[in-house]
Nanobody, 123 residues
C-alpha cells in the first residue's frame, strides 16, 4: 500500500517562506506523477503544483506561479515545494498527491493522498 508522508507546514507572516516535502513509500515504481493540492476552510480542494516522474516537467496554478517551486528527488521518492512571498490567501491544508496512471505532470486521476499539512500565513 502506497503511503505519502508530508512535512514542513507551519505558520509564517506574509512575505515569508516555507518548504513542504512529501515522501512516498510502499512502491518500487517511480513512473508516476506527484504534486500538491490545497484546501482552505469552506472551499473546494484546488490544484497547486505537480511534477513529472523524472522531475523534468512541472505545472503550476496561476495563483502560485513565480512564488512556488516544485522539485523531485527520484532516488528518495520525495517531492518538495518551496514557497516564497507567501500571502494570507495561501492559508490552507496542503495535500500531497500521487497519480499512478500518468508519468505527469498533469494529475488526472489521483491514486493516493497524504494526510495534509497546515500552512497558515498571517497578515
Amino acid at each position: 500500500q502506497v503511503q505519502l508522508a508530508e512535512f514542513g507546514g507551519g505558520s509564517v507572516q506574509a512575505g515569508g517562506s516555507l518548504t513542504l516535502s512529501c515522501a512516498a513509500s510502499g512502491t518500487t515504481s517511480k513512473s508516476y506523477g506527484m504534486g500538491w493540492f490545497r484546501q482552505a476552510p469552506g472551499k473546494d480542494r484546488e490544484f497547486v503544483a505537480s511534477i513529472s516522474w523524472n522531475g523534468q516537467l512541472t505545472d503550476y496554478a496561476e495563483s502560485v506561479k513565480g512564488r512556488f517551486r516544485i522539485s523531485r528527488e527520484s532516488l528518495k521518492n520525495t517531492i518538495y515545494m518551496e514557497m516564497i512571498s507567501l500571502k494570507p490567501e495561501d492559508t490552507a491544508t496542503y495535500y500531497c498527491a500521487l497519480d499512478m496512471t500518468t508519468w505527469g505532470p498533469v494529475l488526472a486521476d489521483v491514486s493516493y493522498w497524504g494526510q495534509g499539512t497546515q500552512v497558515t500565513v498571517s497578515s
